[in-house]
C-alpha cells in the first residue's frame, strides 16, 4: 500500500516573512506533481517540510498508509528521499557516490553491487561506474543524483529542481527518467522547478506556490 501525505495549515516564516501561509494539500494518489512557482516563492522550503527535514513553524506533516497515521520516526523517514538541485560529489567512484547511503544503512556489500547497478543501469551511467564523479558532466551529475536518490528504494521521492542547468539533451532524459520512476514506484512523486514547458511534460497534477499557499 503506498504511503499518503497530508499538508494541513503549513505556515513557515524565516525572520519575519512568511514563506508558507497556512498551506495545506493533500497528496493522495500516486503519481508525479509538480510545483511550479517564481524564485524565492517557497517550494524547496515545502519540499524540506514535506521530506520531514525541517519543522513548520505551525502545522501539521501527516503521513499515512490505509488511513492509518504513520509516526515520524527514523523508520518513516527512510522512506522518503529528497534530491536537492546540487547534490555533494565524493571525490571518488560513481560506484561509491551512489552506494554511500546504502553503506550508511549497513547493507551488505553484494547487496550493495547489486542495487547500485541496477540504479546506474537505470539512469544511463552503468558504463561510468568506475570513472570519479567529479569528472561527470554536470548532466550526468544530476542524473547520478537520482540514481543515488532512488537506490535507497525510496516510497516518496521529492526531487528539487532535477532539470535546472542541464542542456536539451539531459532534460530529455532525465523527464523519461522522471516518467519510468513514477512506473516502478507506484507511489508519489513532487518535483520543483520553474520551467513551465517540463512540468507540461512528465506532470498528473500540476500545482502552483502562490502567496505562500498551493493552488491546484
Ligand atoms: N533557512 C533559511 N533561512 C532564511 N531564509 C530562508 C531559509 N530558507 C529559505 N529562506 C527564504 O525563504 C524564501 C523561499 O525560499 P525557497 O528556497 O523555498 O524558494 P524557491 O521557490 O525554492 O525558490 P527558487 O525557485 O529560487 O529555488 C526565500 O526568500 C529564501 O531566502
Ligand atoms: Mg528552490
Redesign the pocket.
Known amino acids: 500500500m503506498a504511503l499518503s501525505l497530508n499538508l494541513l495549515n503549513i505556515t513557515k516564516s524565516?525572520?519575519g516573512?512568511l514563506?508558507l501561509d497556512s498551506c495545506s494539500f493533500s497528496f493522495e494518489k500516486s503519481g508525479i506533481y509538480v510545483l511550479m512557482?517564481?524564485?524565492?516563492?517557497?517550494?524547496?522550503?515545502?519540499l524540506r517540510i514535506c521530506a520531514l527535514l525541517e519543522n513548520p513553524d505551525s502545522g501539521k506533516v501527516i503521513y499515512s498508509e490505509s488511513i492509518k497515521t504513520i509516526e515520524n520516526n527514523l523508520n518513516l523517514r527512510r522512506r522518503i528521499t529528497l534530491l536537492l538541485p546540487n547534490i555533494g560529489v565524493f571525490n571518488t567512484t560513481v560506484f561509491k557516490n551512489v552506494a554511500y547511503g546504502l553503506k550508511v544503512r549497513g547493507m551488505n556489500k553484494k547487496e550493495i553491487k547489486a542495487r547500485v547497478e541496477k540504479a546506474l543501469d537505470f539512469v544511463g551511467l552503468l558504463h561510468k561506474k568506475e570513472q570519479n564523479a567529479l569528472t561527470l558532466s554536470s548532466g550526468e551529475v544530476k542524473r547520478m543524483g537520482i540514481a543515488r536518490a532512488i537506490v535507497l528504494e525510496p516510497e516518496v521521492l521529492f526531487l528539487d529542481?532535477p532539470t535546472a542547468s542541464v542542456d536539451e539533451e539531459n532534460v530529455e532524459i532525465i523527464e523519461n527518467i522522471i516518467i519510468q520512476l513514477k512506473q516502478k514506484l507506484n507511489s508519489i512523486i513532487i518535483i520543483?522547478t520553474?520551467d513551465k514547458d517540463s512540468a507540461k511534460r512528465v506532470a498528473d497534477f500540476e500545482l502552483y506556490?502562490k502567496k505562500g499557499k498551493i493552488i491546484f
Not at 37 to 46: A, E, F, R, W
Open positions: 524565516y525572520n516573512k514563506v512557482g517564481p524564485n524565492g516563492s517557497g517550494k524547496s522550503t515545502l529542481e520543483a520553474h506556490l
